[in-house]
């Protein structure tokens, strides 16, 4: 494996949404990469000029990889955000099949480094493959537990950093932010309709989040980097990186929404157990997947080691929840 002379050449796929046009902003700014962009709308690229001369656009789908096929052995670094949902089939075919696809074109004498994006969602606190995503899981989080374990034996494992980002935020609810906005920011909307009701609950239950810019700042210092073996103790050639912020209950979420709305909140309320939620699901005849049900199970979604920007010497741009609710335009009451 030897060093491209020159500017890096960085291939971003899913250049198009919240993450990757946040990464691909902060290598424009931050580095003199040589940017490969792909993506299926170039009308979607706000952050970057696509008409820079360090930028180059790779339109289609990641299914079909052979008219960019010489980009991809060009790449000195992949940085591979890309994925699918919903389908099962094209899932499969973006998640599993077309990633080995990839990895198959790179050339293994130029190829550094491959950031690869998949969730949280499939580890337990010890960062291990949970056992139930294989099983239980949608096609979602199915396909990407069958691409880690892929991926763990694959010829290039050792220059594979598999990034685990937790519930993601990025871009605004307000109109003029030229960044896409994640689903969970969009989410705020909806919970402010239902803060009334949400308020006079309580639930047992944790995770961690993260914003995309947060996760761009930890992708761009690993992407300009040199690369070596996996550091990580207790992990094999891939390294695993879930990217994280400290975690926070549901309730302290919900406490927090009513302190910034400045919406009075009871020292009591209502406990959704397992079996009283069990019971409205019923109820209210609720679809529910296998996975859904395992997460109501589950409940705490925390990781024991986490990764946010401080572990690399960097800063985090949005630490807390309240930086998010910031960061997302949420209108305080009586501003």
Not at 77 to 101: M, S, Y
Not at 171 to 186: L, M
Not at 315 to 329: D, I, Q, R
Request: include cysteine.
């Amino acid at each position: 494996m030897g060093a491209s002379q020159g500017p890096q050449r960085i291939l971003i796929t899913g250049a198009a949404g919240c993450v990757g046009q946040t990464i691909a902003e902060q290598l424009y700014r931050h580095s003199d990469a040589e940017l490969l962009l792909w993506l299926r709308n170039p009308a979607k690229l706000a952050t970057v000029p696509a008409n820079d001369p360090r930028i180059t656009l790779l339109v289609g789908d990641l299914r079909d990889q052979e008219p960019h096929a010489s980009a991809i052995a060009s790449a000195d670094r992949i940085i591979h955000t890309a994925t699918a949902w919903g389908d099962p089939q094209r899932a499969h075919a973006v998640n599993v099949v077309a990633v080995k696809e990839l990895l198959g074109r790179v050339d293994p004498q130029r190829l550094q480094q491959l950031i690869y994006f998949s969730t949280a969602s499939l580890l337990d606190r010890q960062l291990k493959l949970l056992p139930e995503a294989l099983v239980h899981g949608t096609e979602y989080i199915q396909t990407k537990a069958q691409c880690l374990q892929q991926l763990e034996r694959h010829g290039l494992a050792d220059r594979i950093v598999a990034v685990f980002p937790t519930v993601v935020f990025g871009g605004s609810i307000q109109a003029g932010d030229p960044h896409p906005t994640s689903y969970a920011t969009a989410g705020f909307k909806e919970a402010l309709r239902w803060l009334w009701l949400a308020k006079w609950l309580r639930t047992e239950a944790s995770y961690h989040f993260i914003h995309a810019e947060d996760i761009a700042r930890v992708c761009v210092h690993l992407a300009t980097t040199p690369h070596g073996i996996n550091p990580e103790p207790g992990q094999g050639s891939v390294r695993r990186l879930v990217l994280a912020q400290n975690a926070v209950t549901v309730n302290q979420t919900v406490s927090s929404l009513c302190r910034w709305r400045r919406s009075w909140q009871a020292g009591f309320g209502i406990d959704l157990s397992p079996w009283l939620m069990d019971a409205l699901i019923r109820l209210l005849r609720i679809e529910m997947t296998p996975w859904d049900r395992f997460s109501i199970r589950y409940r705490h979604f925390v990781h024991d080691t986490i990764s946010p920007p401080e572990r690399f010497g960097l800063v985090s741009h949005a630490p807390s929840l309240e930086a998010l609710f910031e960061t997302a335009g949420l209108p305080q009451r009586g501003r």
